[in-house]
């Protein structure tokens, strides 16, 4: 959300209604894949199994990374869409959204996962070995 944020910002575009609707739009993105990931990671940890606790995240991620470029790459197909057909209207909705979409992708994959191991090496959850 920052990086939209900042995008607009440094663009100079105007922050109105549109500019909300972007910023809303992208946290409810990021939130949702942000939940995907770690839900996923918890059902994982409940499942038997011998790998170790970063072997279990990385599976998790992978799990879920087909979902999540299926659904990225729909929507920036709209955008591009958006972007190339809407004309002036939506450009200043599109453009930030697509750059809000991509870092919320990267947020939701990488650093997720890594406050999640992160989490488990200073509290250590009282799971089974």
Do not use: C
Not at 46 to 59: G, T
Not at 62 to 75: F, G, P, Q, Y
Not at 106 to 118: E, G, H, K, N, P
Request: avoid cysteine; charge should be positive; glycine fraction near 6%.
């Amino acid at each position: 959300m920052l990086g939209t944020l900042g995008f607009i910002s440094i663009t100079g575009m105007e922050f109105n209604l549109q500019s909300v609707a972007v910023l809303l739009t992208v946290i409810g993105y990021s939130i949702n894949d942000s939940i995907v990931v770690a839900d996923r990671i918890r059902e994982n940890v409940r499942k038997p199994h011998k790998e170790s606790y970063l072997e279990l995240v990385n599976r998790s991620v992978n799990e879920t990374l087909s979902r999540t470029v299926i659904m990225v790459l729909t929507v920036f197909m709209v955008l591009i869409s958006l972007q190339f057909f809407a004309g002036r209207v939506l450009s200043d909705f599109t453009k930030p959204l697509l750059l809000g979409l991509l870092i919320g992708t990267y947020s939701s994959i990488f650093i997720v996962a890594s406050l999640v191991v992160d989490w488990e090496i200073k509290s250590p959850s009282k799971r089974k070995k």
